[in-house]
């Protein structure tokens, strides 16, 4: 009977062992089905490409044409009778477009001058680009004191300057500002039809100081055989197009990385740009970066550090928006403002946000 029941205890152990050691088996059978499978999750996760450009750092002359006639403002009309009169206001509103009058496409002030002297004191009816929204307006001129008729209306057509070209892409888009340009009044961003792209060529700076932002001066060759590109787009955070003989453009360049904004640092850098006909680097210190923040254009604070470009320009001047900015051998950003206050000082962009 004794046997019987020590056989019996042996059994039971047996049996335990073995349920134990089966649970063990199936418990790292699932443990490496789960971690078989993450791996598979994470190989499959897409992954942020890192873009490759060209670096800029050149001068540019930019020319850009509105889409439609740009209202600056409305004014004041002396007609014949010696007596004043505001034909448009209230009606037309500063940073309006006018595209068409009385159904007749108008992309310049010449042409909406032409339209206004052919229909003379006829009602005019305007289509007009209102905050993007499409409205008609209707606007009478008046005969001015020299026999002409005139609507009130002051406006602009197109734009120019200097910039400077910040990358150019394998497939040959470019970029450059790194923010968009507004009109000189108004502050709106311009709603350009197209633009061309030209070479330039710095001739003397205005040095910077505090309080007077200094200023590349230039000449931009508008003809034929100085076209370098065309202008498609204009935004907020620059402008965009294609470059003309892209392969020439950038013969001897290298390719440089472009920088995700995480890995951008407070710390040294260099900017890239051209003052005294030579396009190099120069160094500058990186005092602030602000991954978010509602003004895109002003996400890193910057300081020249450079003695050389200190003795050139007094630090950050307009024409440099676009310099290129280096960090860790990767394109990071562009230079974008100056600190009126400080010339030494200023704003740049993430490249993540350019691109």
Request: charge should be negative; glycine fraction near 10%; proline fraction near 2%.
């Amino acid at each position: 009977m004794m046997n019987v029941r020590k056989r019996y205890r042996r059994f039971v152990c047996v049996l335990l062992l073995s349920s134990v050691f089966a649970l063990i088996l199936c418990g790292l059978a699932v443990f490496h089905n789960m971690e078989l499978q993450k791996s598979q999750i994470e190989s499959s996760a897409p992954v942020a490409e890192r873009k490759k450009v060209y670096l800029g750092g050149t001068p540019i002359g930019i020319y850009l044409e509105t889409d439609g006639v740009f209202v600056v403002d409305t004014g004041t009309v002396t007609a014949e009778d010696g007596t004043n009169c505001c034909p448009a206001e209230n009606i037309v509103c500063s940073g309006d477009y006018i595209q068409a009058v009385n159904g007749e496409q108008v992309h310049t002030k010449e042409e909406l001058v032409a339209c206004i002297a052919k229909y003379g004191s006829d009602e005019l009816i305007l289509d007009v680009d209102r905050q993007g929204e499409q409205i008609r307006l209707r606007v009478t001129p008046v005969m001015d004191e020299e026999g002409a008729y005139k609507a009130g209306i002051w406006v602009r057509n197109d734009t120019q300057g200097i910039g400077t070209l910040t990358w150019v892409d394998e497939e040959g888009y470019f970029g450059a500002l790194g923010h968009g340009i507004s009109d000189v009044d108004t502050a709106e961003l311009l709603n350009i039809q197209n633009g061309t792209l030209y070479s330039a060529e710095v001739v003397s700076v205005i040095k910077g100081s505090a309080g007077e932002p200094g200023e590349l001066s230039g000449i931009i060759h508008y003809s034929d055989s100085y076209k370098i590109g065309t202008i498609e787009e204009n935004n907020e955070n620059g402008i965009y197009g294609r470059i003309t003989g892209f392969s020439l453009a950038v013969q001897n360049r290298t390719l440089y990385e472009t920088a995700f904004k995480q890995e951008v640092e407070t710390g040294p850098a260099t900017i890239m740009c051209t003052v005294d006909g030579t396009c190099r680097e120069y160094e500058i210190r990186i005092r602030e970066v602000r991954e978010n923040g509602s003004d895109v254009n002003k996400r890193m604070v910057i300081e020249v550090t450079d003695p050389e470009l200190l003795e050139l320009t007094g630090g950050i001047v307009q024409g440099m928006s676009g310099s290129p900015i280096l960090q860790n051998g990767r394109l990071i950003g562009a230079v974008t403002h100056v600190f009126v206050a400080d010339s030494t000082k200023g704003y740049g962009i993430f490249i993540e946000n350019m691109l």
